[in-house]
């Protein structure tokens, strides 16, 4: 048997299940006349082991969104859940370690530290954890990134596309219930950028994993199993199965309203 069949064979079955839910969310920044309500008690539930793309014009409450089903940022009233946890009304000390154990992120900019080599880095958080990856997972993951010959490098001998696959792997060497992507491709060329939304493709179908992601870009939004629309703070609308064409025409649909 080899370590690819041997690390997905439990991995988390395709669509069973709920990764992350959120209950009449809403986020209200400043008081009075300066009060902003970025989202506007959204009801959404991700299911486990898809790839959803969030998508929707500027302003509308993506990475609000992300943010509060993530635990990054407090709500102003609803409810959200990682798994079977409840995250919303967590002290500080249980959110971080129900981040730190559950959550992978991957940003725009990579965050990577600079000094360590690449196979260090996607280590990383496990090390800080005193966790002990497992080893035929780690050989999956590495060999799904395409990153074999690169573990010794350092960021800066990598290239950015290579560096953001760095970032995925780091993201997913711990197994975690959910993965949240802020715009992951968003300072790649369009080259880099397909490989890495390739890879995360293929460690939804191949690995079972479970991935978020806010984007500009329909074209990013095709990788994905199901894209939600945001706007002004509500999801207005879905799509599965998108394709680019059929996602742009939808943002153009928000264009024509704003302008009409
Ligand atoms: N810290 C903050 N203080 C006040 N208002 C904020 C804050 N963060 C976001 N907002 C407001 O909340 C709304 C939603 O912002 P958010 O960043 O979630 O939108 P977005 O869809 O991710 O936008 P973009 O596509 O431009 O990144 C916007 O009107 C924004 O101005």
């Known amino acids: 048997m080899t370590t690819a069949t041997a690390a997905s064979k439990d991995a988390n079955p395709r669509g069973t299940g709920i990764a992350a839910r959120a209950q009449q969310l809403t986020k209200a920044y400043g008081d009075g006349e300066t009060r ?12 486990r082991g898809q790839f959803t793309a969030i998508m929707g014009p500027s302003g509308s409450g993506k990475s609000t969104l992300m943010h509060c089903l993530a635990g990054l940022d407090t709500v102003s009233s609803g409810r959200s859940w990682i798994g079977d946890t409840e995250i919303t009304g967590l002290k500080d000390k249980e959110l971080t370690k129900l981040r730190r ?5 991957i940003f725009q900019a990579f965050n990577l530290l600079p000094t360590l080599s690449a196979l260090e880095n996607i280590t990383l958080p496990m090390d800080i954890a005193g966790r002990k ?3 035929a997972w780690l050989d999956n993951v590495i060999d799904t990134v395409g990153l074999r010959d690169r573990l010794g490098h350092r960021p800066a001998e990598l290239s950015g596309g290579q560096q953001q696959r760095v970032a995925c792997a ?9 993965i949240f992507g802020d715009e992951p491709t968003g300072n790649l060329d369009s080259r880099a950028g397909a490989e890495v939304l390739g890879f995360l493709q293929r460690s ?3 690995l079972g994993q479970t991935i978020v992601m806010v984007t500009h870009d329909p074209n990013a939004a095709s990788y994905a199993d199901r894209v939600l629309f945001l706007a002004d703070g509500s999801i207005v609308d879905e799509m599965h199965r998108p394709t ?7 943002m153009k649909r ?3 309203a704003r302008t009409s």
């Open 254 to 256: 928000f264009d024509a």
């Open 170 to 178: 780091r993201a997913l060497a711990s197994r975690p219930e959910i």
């Open 244 to 250: 680019s064409d059929a996602v742009l025409e939808r």
């Open 101 to 105: 154990d559950n959550i992978g992120f």
């Open 133 to 135: 990856p497992d080893q």
């Open 204 to 206: 939804v179908r191949e």
């Open 36 to 47: 902003v309500v970025a989202l506007n008690a959204v009801d959404v539930e991700i299911a």
